[in-house]
Protein backbone atom coordinates (compact mmCIF):
# COMPACT_ATOMS: atom_id res chain seq x y z
CA UNK A 1 0.00 0.00 0.00
CA UNK A 2 1.45 3.44 -0.94
CA UNK A 3 1.72 5.81 2.23
CA UNK A 4 1.26 9.56 0.78
CA UNK A 5 2.36 12.46 2.24
CA UNK A 6 -1.09 13.67 2.20
CA UNK A 7 -2.23 10.32 4.19
CA UNK A 8 0.45 11.22 6.83
CA UNK A 9 -0.75 14.81 7.01
CA UNK A 10 -4.49 13.95 7.67
CA UNK A 11 -3.05 11.11 10.34
CA UNK A 12 -1.01 13.56 12.18
CA UNK A 13 -3.09 16.48 11.92
CA UNK A 14 -6.44 14.02 13.61
CA UNK A 15 -4.50 12.83 16.17
CA UNK A 16 -3.53 16.26 17.24
CA UNK A 17 -6.84 17.35 17.14
CA UNK A 18 -7.54 14.17 19.59
CA UNK A 19 -5.04 15.30 21.67
CA UNK A 20 -5.86 18.99 22.25
CA UNK A 21 -9.56 18.00 22.99
CA UNK A 22 -8.17 15.60 25.68
CA UNK A 23 -6.09 18.65 26.54
CA UNK A 24 -9.35 20.82 26.86
CA UNK A 25 -11.40 18.39 28.81
CA UNK A 26 -8.36 17.94 31.59
CA UNK A 27 -8.80 21.39 31.39
CA UNK A 28 -12.33 21.96 32.20
CA UNK A 29 -11.75 18.92 35.13
CA UNK A 30 -9.01 21.03 36.65
CA UNK A 31 -10.55 24.45 36.78
CA UNK A 32 -14.28 23.29 37.48
CA UNK A 33 -13.20 20.37 39.89
CA UNK A 34 -15.70 17.91 38.19
CA UNK A 35 -14.92 14.79 36.71
CA UNK A 36 -18.22 14.67 35.10
CA UNK A 37 -19.23 17.95 32.68
CA UNK A 38 -21.84 16.25 30.85
CA UNK A 39 -24.14 13.15 30.60
CA UNK A 40 -22.07 11.43 27.64
CA UNK A 41 -18.91 11.60 29.91
CA UNK A 42 -20.34 9.02 32.32
CA UNK A 43 -23.87 7.84 32.13
CA UNK A 44 -24.29 5.38 34.89
CA UNK A 45 -21.93 7.67 37.55
CA UNK A 46 -24.19 11.08 35.94
CA UNK A 47 -27.43 8.78 37.03
CA UNK A 48 -26.43 8.29 40.60
CA UNK A 49 -25.24 11.83 40.60
CA UNK A 50 -28.46 13.26 39.92
CA UNK A 51 -29.87 10.77 42.23
CA UNK A 52 -27.94 12.47 45.24
CA UNK A 53 -28.78 15.90 44.58
CA UNK A 54 -32.25 14.76 44.45
CA UNK A 55 -31.68 13.18 47.71
CA UNK A 56 -29.84 16.13 48.92
CA UNK A 57 -32.86 19.17 47.94
CA UNK A 58 -35.24 16.54 49.98
CA UNK A 59 -33.20 16.59 52.71
CA UNK A 60 -32.79 19.82 52.83
CA UNK A 61 -36.45 20.67 52.69
CA UNK A 62 -37.20 18.13 55.63
CA UNK A 63 -34.38 19.94 57.40
CA UNK A 64 -36.32 23.15 56.77
CA UNK A 65 -40.03 21.88 57.81
CA UNK A 66 -38.16 20.69 60.81
CA UNK A 67 -36.43 23.94 61.83
CA UNK A 68 -40.02 25.75 61.37
CA UNK A 69 -41.54 23.22 64.05
CA UNK A 70 -38.95 23.87 66.41
CA UNK A 71 -39.33 27.35 66.10
CA UNK A 72 -43.03 27.15 66.40
CA UNK A 73 -42.85 24.71 69.21
CA UNK A 74 -40.25 26.97 71.50
CA UNK A 75 -42.41 29.73 70.97
CA UNK A 76 -45.39 27.84 71.86
CA UNK A 77 -43.48 26.53 75.21
CA UNK A 78 -42.76 30.46 75.81
CA UNK A 79 -46.43 31.37 75.61
CA UNK A 80 -47.98 28.46 77.72
CA UNK A 81 -45.08 28.85 80.51
CA UNK A 82 -46.03 32.47 80.90
CA UNK A 83 -49.87 31.59 80.52
CA UNK A 84 -49.20 28.77 83.13
CA UNK A 85 -48.01 31.36 85.82
CA UNK A 86 -51.34 33.52 85.58
CA UNK A 87 -53.59 30.51 85.38
CA UNK A 88 -51.69 29.33 88.51
CA UNK A 89 -52.18 33.55 90.09
CA UNK A 90 -55.82 33.13 89.56
CA UNK A 91 -56.39 30.19 90.59
CA UNK A 92 -54.57 31.65 94.28
CA UNK A 93 -57.42 34.41 93.99
CA UNK A 94 -60.24 31.98 93.16
CA UNK A 95 -58.75 30.02 96.78
CA UNK A 96 -58.11 33.20 98.48
CA UNK A 97 -62.07 34.43 97.61
CA UNK A 98 -63.51 31.60 98.96
CA UNK A 99 -61.70 31.78 102.00
CA UNK A 100 -60.53 35.13 102.60
CA UNK A 101 -61.59 38.82 103.21
CA UNK A 102 -63.86 40.70 100.95
CA UNK A 103 -62.51 43.81 101.79
CA UNK A 104 -59.68 43.35 99.07
CA UNK A 105 -62.33 41.36 96.12
CA UNK A 106 -62.74 44.48 94.12
CA UNK A 107 -58.51 44.75 93.87
CA UNK A 108 -58.33 41.05 93.22
CA UNK A 109 -61.53 41.52 90.29
CA UNK A 110 -59.34 44.28 88.55
CA UNK A 111 -56.60 41.62 89.39
CA UNK A 112 -58.30 38.78 87.57
CA UNK A 113 -59.64 40.96 84.72
CA UNK A 114 -55.82 41.70 83.74
CA UNK A 115 -54.86 38.58 84.13
CA UNK A 116 -57.75 37.53 81.27
CA UNK A 117 -56.61 40.24 78.96
CA UNK A 118 -52.96 39.02 79.13
CA UNK A 119 -54.56 35.31 78.61
CA UNK A 120 -56.56 36.49 75.52
CA UNK A 121 -53.49 38.57 74.03
CA UNK A 122 -50.81 34.96 74.63
CA UNK A 123 -53.57 33.03 72.64
CA UNK A 124 -53.70 35.67 69.92
CA UNK A 125 -50.04 35.27 69.81
CA UNK A 126 -49.02 34.84 66.34
CA UNK A 127 -45.55 33.33 64.35
CA UNK A 128 -44.85 35.36 61.44
CA UNK A 129 -48.42 35.74 59.15
CA UNK A 130 -50.19 32.81 61.22
CA UNK A 131 -52.18 32.55 64.81
CA UNK A 132 -50.80 29.94 66.79
CA UNK A 133 -54.04 28.61 68.29
CA UNK A 134 -56.39 28.93 65.91
CA UNK A 135 -56.36 26.13 63.96
CA UNK A 136 -56.42 26.16 60.50
CA UNK A 137 -57.76 29.51 60.97
CA UNK A 138 -54.49 31.12 61.32
CA UNK A 139 -55.56 34.50 59.60
CA UNK A 140 -57.64 35.50 62.44
CA UNK A 141 -57.32 36.10 65.89
CA UNK A 142 -58.69 32.78 67.89
CA UNK A 143 -59.79 35.12 70.88
CA UNK A 144 -61.71 38.01 70.09
CA UNK A 145 -64.80 40.05 69.87
CA UNK A 146 -64.55 40.60 66.07
CA UNK A 147 -66.55 39.86 62.91
CA UNK A 148 -66.46 39.73 59.34
CA UNK A 149 -68.17 40.85 56.21
CA UNK A 150 -67.34 39.07 52.91
CA UNK A 151 -68.91 39.47 49.73
CA UNK A 152 -72.24 40.48 51.45
CA UNK A 153 -72.08 37.51 53.97
CA UNK A 154 -71.60 38.72 57.68
CA UNK A 155 -70.98 35.94 60.27
CA UNK A 156 -72.89 36.26 63.81
CA UNK A 157 -71.88 37.36 66.88
CA UNK A 158 -70.43 35.51 69.03
CA UNK A 159 -69.81 36.00 72.66
CA UNK A 160 -68.96 34.95 76.45
CA UNK A 161 -71.19 35.75 79.55
CA UNK A 162 -70.00 34.75 82.72
CA UNK A 163 -73.91 34.90 83.96
CA UNK A 164 -77.38 35.11 82.90
CA UNK A 165 -78.19 38.66 81.71
CA UNK A 166 -81.87 40.70 81.47
CA UNK A 167 -79.82 42.81 78.89
CA UNK A 168 -77.35 43.00 76.75
CA UNK A 169 -76.12 46.18 74.63
CA UNK A 170 -73.87 45.34 71.45
CA UNK A 171 -72.11 48.23 69.50
CA UNK A 172 -70.37 47.10 66.50
CA UNK A 173 -67.94 49.30 65.08
CA UNK A 174 -66.21 49.70 62.33
CA UNK A 175 -62.59 49.75 61.52
CA UNK A 176 -62.05 53.81 62.74
CA UNK A 177 -63.75 52.53 65.53
CA UNK A 178 -67.09 54.72 65.01
CA UNK A 179 -70.31 52.97 65.91
CA UNK A 180 -72.34 51.41 62.83
CA UNK A 181 -75.03 49.73 65.14
CA UNK A 182 -76.13 48.71 68.19
CA UNK A 183 -78.25 45.99 68.99
CA UNK A 184 -80.05 45.15 72.09
CA UNK A 185 -81.68 41.95 73.53
CA UNK A 186 -83.19 41.34 76.76
CA UNK A 187 -86.85 42.74 78.78
CA UNK A 188 -84.54 43.92 81.54
CA UNK A 189 -86.38 41.31 84.10
CA UNK A 190 -86.30 37.83 83.02
CA UNK A 191 -82.62 36.11 84.16
CA UNK A 192 -81.66 34.97 80.62
CA UNK A 193 -83.26 37.21 78.35
CA UNK A 194 -80.76 39.25 76.95
CA UNK A 195 -77.97 35.93 76.91
CA UNK A 196 -77.33 32.87 78.74
CA UNK A 197 -74.27 32.36 81.10
CA UNK A 198 -71.70 30.91 78.16
CA UNK A 199 -71.24 31.34 74.67
CA UNK A 200 -74.09 33.54 72.72
CA UNK A 201 -74.36 33.53 69.29
CA UNK A 202 -76.57 36.55 68.22
CA UNK A 203 -77.34 36.98 64.13
CA UNK A 204 -77.90 40.03 62.39
CA UNK A 205 -78.50 41.63 58.89
CA UNK A 206 -75.14 43.48 58.06
CA UNK A 207 -76.82 46.85 58.08
CA UNK A 208 -76.25 49.78 59.72
CA UNK A 209 -78.17 51.83 61.94
CA UNK A 210 -79.23 53.79 58.99
CA UNK A 211 -80.34 49.90 57.11
CA UNK A 212 -77.77 50.63 54.47
CA UNK A 213 -75.57 47.05 53.90
CA UNK A 214 -72.16 47.30 55.41
CA UNK A 215 -69.35 47.56 53.10
CA UNK A 216 -67.12 44.28 53.12
CA UNK A 217 -64.10 44.12 56.23
CA UNK A 218 -63.36 43.51 59.35
CA UNK A 219 -65.43 44.94 62.07
CA UNK A 220 -65.13 44.68 66.37
CA UNK A 221 -68.21 45.12 68.50
CA UNK A 222 -68.47 45.77 72.26
CA UNK A 223 -70.88 44.10 74.72
CA UNK A 224 -72.31 45.54 77.84
CA UNK A 225 -74.23 42.85 79.87
CA UNK A 226 -76.57 43.24 82.96
CA UNK A 227 -78.51 41.12 85.49
CA UNK A 228 -81.31 43.29 86.98
CA UNK A 229 -78.78 46.28 87.58
CA UNK A 230 -75.66 44.24 88.44
CA UNK A 231 -72.91 44.41 85.63
CA UNK A 232 -72.16 40.79 83.65
CA UNK A 233 -68.77 39.88 82.81
CA UNK A 234 -68.07 39.64 79.08
CA UNK A 235 -65.47 37.38 77.27
CA UNK A 236 -64.07 36.39 74.30
CA UNK A 237 -64.81 33.10 72.38
CA UNK A 238 -63.00 31.10 70.03
CA UNK A 239 -63.21 32.09 66.40
CA UNK A 240 -60.74 28.87 65.07
CA UNK A 241 -61.09 25.45 64.67
CA UNK A 242 -59.98 21.93 65.21
CA UNK A 243 -57.81 21.66 62.52
CA UNK A 244 -54.49 20.07 63.12
CA UNK A 245 -51.63 21.54 61.31
CA UNK A 246 -49.35 18.56 60.00
CA UNK A 247 -45.25 18.85 59.29
CA UNK A 248 -43.91 16.21 56.64
CA UNK A 249 -40.86 15.38 58.54
CA UNK A 250 -40.11 12.14 56.26
CA UNK A 251 -41.01 10.30 53.69
CA UNK A 252 -44.74 9.24 54.25
CA UNK A 253 -44.09 10.83 57.95
CA UNK A 254 -45.22 13.67 59.48
CA UNK A 255 -46.35 15.18 62.74
CA UNK A 256 -48.53 17.40 64.11
CA UNK A 257 -47.48 20.65 65.64
CA UNK A 258 -50.76 22.88 66.28
CA UNK A 259 -52.45 22.88 69.63
CA UNK A 260 -55.83 24.91 68.69
CA UNK A 261 -57.32 27.68 71.46
CA UNK A 262 -59.98 25.26 72.49
CA UNK A 263 -57.78 21.91 72.94
CA UNK A 264 -55.25 24.66 74.80
CA UNK A 265 -57.32 26.89 76.92
CA UNK A 266 -60.72 25.13 77.12
CA UNK A 267 -63.41 27.04 79.16
CA UNK A 268 -60.41 29.10 80.71
CA UNK A 269 -62.16 32.49 79.98
CA UNK A 270 -65.40 31.45 80.74
CA UNK A 271 -63.82 30.27 84.43
CA UNK A 272 -62.00 33.81 84.86
CA UNK A 273 -65.37 35.71 83.99
CA UNK A 274 -66.86 34.00 86.38
CA UNK A 275 -64.25 34.36 89.20
CA UNK A 276 -64.29 38.19 88.40
CA UNK A 277 -68.29 37.98 88.22
CA UNK A 278 -67.83 36.77 92.34
CA UNK A 279 -65.81 38.95 93.20
CA UNK A 280 -67.93 42.16 91.83
CA UNK A 281 -70.89 40.35 93.61
CA UNK A 282 -72.49 43.01 95.70
CA UNK A 283 -73.68 39.78 97.74
CA UNK A 284 -70.89 38.67 99.67
CA UNK A 285 -71.92 35.09 100.74
CA UNK A 286 -73.12 34.94 97.02
CA UNK A 287 -70.02 35.57 95.80
CA UNK A 288 -67.75 33.26 98.07
CA UNK A 289 -70.23 30.36 96.74
CA UNK A 290 -68.98 31.77 92.99
CA UNK A 291 -65.62 31.80 93.85
CA UNK A 292 -65.16 28.68 95.55
CA UNK A 293 -67.00 27.01 92.10
CA UNK A 294 -64.03 28.03 90.03
CA UNK A 295 -61.78 26.68 92.05
CA UNK A 296 -61.12 23.50 90.87
CA UNK A 297 -61.89 24.39 87.67
CA UNK A 298 -58.69 26.78 87.67
CA UNK A 299 -56.95 23.79 88.56
CA UNK A 300 -57.88 21.38 85.94
CA UNK A 301 -57.20 24.54 83.52
CA UNK A 302 -53.46 24.89 84.80
CA UNK A 303 -53.38 21.00 84.32
CA UNK A 304 -54.13 20.95 80.80
CA UNK A 305 -52.39 23.37 80.12
CA UNK A 306 -49.17 21.73 81.62
CA UNK A 307 -49.89 18.17 79.70
CA UNK A 308 -50.05 20.42 76.54
CA UNK A 309 -46.65 21.60 76.84
CA UNK A 310 -45.72 18.25 77.97
CA UNK A 311 -47.03 16.82 74.74
CA UNK A 312 -44.91 19.91 73.31
CA UNK A 313 -41.48 18.72 74.81
CA UNK A 314 -41.40 15.31 73.53
CA UNK A 315 -42.84 16.51 69.96
CA UNK A 316 -39.23 18.55 70.26
CA UNK A 317 -37.06 16.19 71.17
CA UNK A 318 -38.32 13.95 68.53
CA UNK A 319 -37.65 16.81 66.29
CA UNK A 320 -34.34 17.22 67.45
CA UNK A 321 -34.07 13.75 66.92
CA UNK A 322 -35.26 13.50 63.34
CA UNK A 323 -32.83 16.85 62.66
CA UNK A 324 -29.66 14.85 63.82
CA UNK A 325 -30.27 11.89 61.62
CA UNK A 326 -30.41 14.19 58.89
CA UNK A 327 -27.62 15.95 58.89
CA UNK A 328 -25.77 12.66 59.59
CA UNK A 329 -27.77 11.40 56.15
CA UNK A 330 -26.82 14.67 54.59
CA UNK A 331 -23.12 14.39 55.38
CA UNK A 332 -23.47 10.58 53.75
CA UNK A 333 -24.87 11.33 50.92
CA UNK A 334 -22.57 15.24 50.50
CA UNK A 335 -19.32 12.56 50.85
CA UNK A 336 -20.88 9.72 47.97
CA UNK A 337 -21.93 12.92 45.84
CA UNK A 338 -18.08 14.20 45.71
CA UNK A 339 -16.73 11.08 44.99
CA UNK A 340 -18.23 10.56 42.15
CA UNK A 341 -18.86 13.86 40.84
CA UNK A 342 -15.28 15.17 41.80
CA UNK A 343 -12.02 14.90 40.51
CA UNK A 344 -8.80 13.99 42.40
CA UNK A 345 -7.59 17.23 42.04
CA UNK A 346 -3.52 15.59 42.22
CA UNK A 347 -4.59 13.15 39.73
CA UNK A 348 -5.99 15.61 36.93
CA UNK A 349 -3.27 17.92 37.33
CA UNK A 350 -0.85 15.27 36.65
CA UNK A 351 -2.88 13.68 33.61
CA UNK A 352 -3.31 17.24 32.31
CA UNK A 353 0.64 17.91 32.42
CA UNK A 354 1.04 14.46 30.86
CA UNK A 355 -1.28 15.03 27.89
CA UNK A 356 0.49 18.92 27.78
CA UNK A 357 3.79 16.86 27.01
CA UNK A 358 2.30 14.54 24.43
CA UNK A 359 0.82 17.36 22.61
CA UNK A 360 3.83 19.48 22.27
CA UNK A 361 6.19 16.14 21.10
CA UNK A 362 3.73 15.03 18.84
CA UNK A 363 3.47 18.47 17.54
CA UNK A 364 7.44 18.85 17.30
CA UNK A 365 7.71 15.21 15.40
CA UNK A 366 5.47 16.38 13.35
CA UNK A 367 6.85 19.30 12.73
CA UNK A 368 10.48 16.70 11.60
CA UNK A 369 8.32 14.15 9.86
CA UNK A 370 6.16 16.51 7.39
CA UNK A 371 8.78 19.12 6.06
CA UNK A 372 7.45 20.28 2.78
CA UNK A 373 10.10 19.10 -0.29
CA UNK A 374 10.17 20.31 -4.21
CA UNK A 375 7.87 17.94 -4.84
CA UNK A 376 5.34 18.84 -3.06
CA UNK A 377 5.17 22.44 -4.61
CA UNK A 378 5.31 20.36 -7.52
CA UNK A 379 2.09 18.44 -7.46
Do not use: C
Not at 54 to 64: D, G, H, N, V
Amino acid sequence: MRITSQMMTNNVATNLFRQAEEILGAQKRVASGKRIQRISDDPVAMAKVLDYRRTLATIEQYQQNVERGKMRLEMSETILNNASELVHSAFNIAVEASTGPIDTRPVLADEVQNIRLQLVQMANSKLGDSHLYAGHKTDIAPYSHGIEITGGVYDDIEFGLAADATDVTIEIRDAAGAVVRSLTMGDGVTPGSGGNAGTNSVAWDGLDSGGAALVDGIYSFTVTAGDAGVGVVDYETYNGDTGDIRLVVGDQMSVIINADGEETFGDLFLRLGQLQQALQNPDPVAGTAQANAVVDPLDQAAKRLENIRAEGAVMFKHLELTEDRYAAFKLKNEDMLEKTENVDMATAIVELQTLQTAYETSLATAARVLQPTLLDFLR
